[in-house]
């Protein structure tokens, strides 16, 4: 019955719900993943993709594969994308505007031709017999079954994946070894070269974020004695991302000084 | 459920990848479509599996897996070495041998 609702189409299994309920929303996310300005939005979208993947791997008998899914990719590679981003500076966030003229246009047709050649073919090709399913490839359970062909048919690619790992490792160590060419500058330098830049109003050091003690998070910037926001008391970082409040309705001559009634 | 529908899924899945890596200029962004094209073509792997009735697309799909995840450490400690230098992660500031 089983196998004749998955040959027929019949869109009444638990998988189909599943599947036509997850589908539409791993399209849309990744559909958004292209569309979202941010680099942090695109992450997190693609993370939402790879549990939905996780999902139907599990729903098509692929058990330990869904769960090393959602551990190796969403659990390692999306957490090493999300470190570099922030090493990185989320601040860069990704202009849209298009540097190669005409680039959108053409890519865009272009992937419509490609998705309409892969679906075209997708719906032309017949495997010529009925679909066999994993029962009988799973009797001994999933794992049990993936062990016995990773370490016997699939030996030797296994190894040689494995050294693509580990020299995968040593050259990411190595890219990412950084040898400073000027030593450090020490306080002492730095203390020197303020007092040398010619304007005293550095000498003493920034200015620290905050307003009297109205508010003193580091995103209000300290206000100048003609009244303006010195954007040097808070992070060049706040600043780049546009993470600065509005420090002007903290002024003195803002605060409501009457005395209010208390019980 | 006809299993071909998880194909149209990965095929549609593998298009949206390929226009990211095209369309988006952030590295690290372009680096993310590539792991949903892998992704993709995971998902084909296992359904034909399925359909086949035997595991060695799991096991492929494993492979690709390893092999994505050295591809991420190498590319990102690439960005990161560009990052230091240039202090940009757009693909289009890395052009120097056009000038």
Redesign the interface.
Known sequence: MIQLAINTGVTQTPEAILFWILAPLAVAAALGMLLVKKAVHSALLLAFVMVTLAIFYIAQGAVFLGIVQVVVYTGAVMMLFLFILMLVGVDSSDSLTETISGLRPIAITAAFGFGGLMMSLLGRATLGREAIGLDAANANGNVASLAQLLFSKYVWPFEIVSALLITAALGAMVLAHHQREIPRPTQRDLSIARFRSGSLATAAGLPGPGVFARHNAVDVPALLPDGSPASASISETLRARGDMKDSSIYQLDQINTAVEEEK | ?????????S??????????V?????A??V???I??ML?AA??SF??F????????G??V???T??????????G??????I??SRR???V?DASLLKR
């Not at chain 2, 599996?49 to 060695?56: Q, V």
């Open positions: 459920m006809n299993s071909a529908n998880y194909l149209y899924l095929a549609l899945l593998f298009t949206l990848g390929a226009v990211g095209v369309v988006r200029r952030n690290i962004v680096f993310m479509c792991e949903l992704n995971n998902l296992v359904t599996s399925r359909i086949n009735g035997n595991l060695d799991q096991v799909a494993f492979f897996m390893v092999v994505a995840a050295c591809e991420v450490v190498i990102l400690a690439i960005i990161v070495t990052y230091r940009s992660a757009s289009d």
